[in-house]
């Protein structure tokens, strides 16, 4: 069975993202930011799938998941992200996850599931 979800260009929930963001004082830029870690892309090739109206099925498939994503737990929506049996919906749910941390005001280095050590070495 396949969601909805999957067919759904990014770039119609996207604005949903930020202002979820900017509703609890964040910003676009860190929302990119949040993506950007997920994806591994760049500002450029984030904005090239917005524009090109890629769904979230394509989005991912050209994503290269950051190598920490299993640092993500926790539910969205009731359901424990890491316990999503499909790969696609689970990657989606990353990304609803960190944009809920990022809206419920966790410092940055937590959401983006930084190292201390990395941290503390600025």
């Known amino acids: ?17 930020v202002t979820k963001a900017e509703r609890k004082g964040r910003t676009q830029a860190e929302v990119d930011e949040v993506i950007g870690w997920l994806t591994g892309f760049d500002e450029a090739e984030l904005r090239h799938h917005l524009d090109s109206g890629s769904t979230f099925e394509e989005f991912f498939a050209a994503a290269e998941l950051n190598p920490n994503v299993s640092l993500i737990t926790g ?15 689970r990657q989606i749910r990353y990304l609803d996850k960190l944009i809920d941390e990022l809206a419920k005001g966790r410092p940055m280095e937590k959401v983006l599931r930084r190292p201390v050590e990395a941290m503390s070495k600025g």
């Open 1 to 17: 069975m396949s969601h909805r979800i999957f067919a759904t260009p990014v770039a119609d929930v996207y604005p949903h993202y």
């Open 75 to 89: 539910s969205v929506c009731g359901v424990k992200v890491q316990e999503v049996a499909d790969p696609l919906m």
